[in-house]
């Protein structure tokens, strides 16, 4: 499975951004399709992710409200609307995969991951 992140960019604060997975390769079919960032000295974290059998979201706490992830089963696109942008959401965005059941956290192939960056 391969990942292609894209829709990364300088947006000022405020804003709304949305950012594309597209996966191409073996189909996902019971699998799931997370996105993480990666803020300038600080940890991978998690935001949401969302199953391909049934559709079902799933966010961290700390990304209910103003994160938004969807999916375009015909074109294989995952999306994650970002809402009400804030200087510390400056980050590079990652998508991720899996194609077998799992954590929602845990995933097996990785896209390159898109900056966004956020200017006050």
Do not use: H, M
């Amino acid at each position: 499975v391969q990942l292609q992140a894209s829709g990364g960019g300088l947006v000022q604060a405020g804003g709304s951004l949305k950012l594309s997975c597209t996966a191409s390769g073996p189909a996902l079919t019971d699998g799931a399709t997370g996105w993480f960032r990666q803020a300038p000295g600080k940890e991978r974290e998690f935001l949401a992710g969302v199953s391909w059998s049934g559709g079902s979201r799933f966010y961290a706490d700390s990304a209910k409200g103003r994160f938004r992830i969807s999916r375009d089963r015909a074109t294989n696109t995952v999306f994650l609307e970002i809402l009400s942008l804030k200087f510390e959401d400056t980050a590079v965005y990652y998508c991720a995969a899996r194609n077998r059941v799992g954590d929602r956290t845990e995933y097996d192939y990785w896209g390159q991951g898109t900056l966004v960056t956020v200017s006050s």
